[in-house]
């Protein structure tokens, strides 16, 4: 083992730092150009923390100062207390019940004064790397059953818990972990399996219910008939495909309903439903169906008397002000939608809709060329690593961050539900900043310490 380095700069990958310097400017610039007006003082804001952009400079200081923090920790520290953070994660998020504040119906924040944490944003931290703890486990067989159950446990338990919170979005996010997975050999089977599931819930939403019934009972029967043709003994065939028929309508006559019955919130079957046009979708619940056309009339009274159907007025503002930035953009300061205040939660959601008002085309492709190159450089760090841990918790980064982005800017630009999550580094908040400065920066001292041997 090498003696532990003192320097803070020994072995750190400054070209990850600098895409990570590059992106936060670049949030804090689109932060100001959403909220700067003509005659604002803008040097008495930023001493006096008046706007947000001043309030993010703020953030991106502390954040700075944690990353600093976390490159002076040695790096065995992460292994060592990487259980014992995720299950004060689990506890931070099983906390919210208790003390949490509601925000959009959500009781997920938990006030602290300057700002509001998110626990399970917070727990994407802790989960990484309890995951990397147990998949670096000593003869550990990840071909096994019981090995695979474990740590989708691990994976999933805050997912669920931000279920029971009423926050389905920022569940999704906990998926992203299945890069980490595949890298440490999970049968492609599952991805198969995972695809189709998806493929059948989008189905069972833009199809009708008894139209997909007889669609799934038809495929089931025809497999089955050419299994017998081809095979004489295809007891086991048939059995496999009767349990996927079963399986595949429980999803669409049971589990489909029952999200949009009770687990989803009125405003996110809304987005949902915006996303693919449906506006005629029949509840059982008539006090659910009061609620959902309620979100729809809001959305119609939000501005300029929008009939709220079809499309929500958030992506529609958003792909407006988007496509009226053109191939070079408006220019910096001269957004005529997003410094109009057209474009709702455009300085945390739909912080991309500035960029492109702002910079164009040719400026969101070089922001997400350069998110890509953040996610391939990691790629690259996660396989120079020595020890299975580092480079499980490098997958995991990767993932996280590929969620995000993919997520956020297919929702601004309307192509998938509005899963309320920010946009890496860009999006206002310091709870987000902070999440991910650390996620970040714990990878880059694994990296800086990686030919020291870690399990």
Not at 354 to 379: A, C, D, H, P, Q
């Amino acid at each position: 083992m090498n003696r532990h380095n003192p320097e803070i700069s020994k072995g750190i990958d400054w070209m990850l730092v600098a895409m990570y310097m590059a992106l936060c400017l670049i949030g804090l610039l689109c932060i100001f150009s959403v909220e700067y007006r003509v005659g604002d003082n803008v040097l008495q804001n930023f001493l006096g923390f008046k706007k947000e952009y001043s309030k993010q400079l703020f953030f991106f200081g502390i954040s700075l100062v944690v990353a600093i923090f976390i490159l002076l920790t040695d790096s065995k520290f992460f292994t060592a207390t990487a259980n014992l953070s995720y299950m004060f994660g689990v506890g931070l998020i099983l906390a919210t019940f208790v003390v949490g504040k509601e925000v959009a119906g959500s009781k997920s924040w938990i006030p602290l004064g300057v700002m509001n944490i998110q626990p399970v944003e917070l727990c994407k931290i802790f989960t990484s790397l309890a995951l990397a703890k147990y998949l670096s486990s000593p003869n550990l067989d990840f071909q096994k059953p019981k090995s695979q159950l474990i740590a989708a446990a691990i994976a999933f338990t805050p997912a669920l818990l931000s279920v029971a919170q009423k926050e389905p979005g920022a569940a999704i996010v906990y998926f992203s972990f299945a890069l980490a997975f595949f890298r440490e050999g999970l049968p492609a089977q599952y991805i198969v399996a995972v695809l189709s599931l998806v493929i059948l819930i989008i189905a069972s939403i833009i199809i009708r219910s008894d139209i997909l019934f007889m669609i799934l009972t038809v495929a089931a029967v025809l497999i089955i008939y050419f299994i017998k043709q081809r095979k004489k003994r295809a007891g086991k065939a048939i059995m496999m495909v009767i349990a996927i028929w079963l399986l595949s309508v429980g999803v669409q006559k049971f589990l489909v309903p029952a999200l949009f019955e009770k687990v989803l919130q009125p405003h996110q079957v809304v987005r949902i439903f915006a996303s693919f046009g449906i506006d005629d979708y029949q509840f059982k619940d008539s006090a659910r169906a009061v609620a959902i056309q309620k979100e729809y009339n809001k959305l119609g009274s939000s501005k300029k008397g929008d009939p709220g159907k079809g499309e929500s007025y958030n992506v529609k503002q958003s792909k407006i002000a988007i496509g009226s930035g053109g191939f070079l953009g408006k220019g910096f300061l001269k957004g005529t939608q997003t410094g109009g205040d057209f474009v709702p939660a455009q300085n945390t959601d739909f912080i991309f809709s500035s960029v492109g008002e702002n910079f164009g085309f040719w400026g969101s492709t070089l922001l997400m060329l350069l998110y890509f190159g953040m996610m391939l450089r990691i790629v690259f760090i996660a396989e120079r690593q020595r020890s299975v841990f580092s480079r499980v918790y490098a997958y995991c980064v990767a993932g996280i961050l590929f969620v995000h982005v993919v997520l956020n800017i297919y929702m601004t630009l309307g192509l998938a539900p509005s899963p309320g999550i920010t946009l890496p580094f860009l999006s206002y908040g310091g709870s987000s900043l902070l999440t991910f400065t650390i996620l970040l920066f714990i990878l880059i001292k694994l990296d800086a310490d990686r030919q020291m041997v870690l399990r």
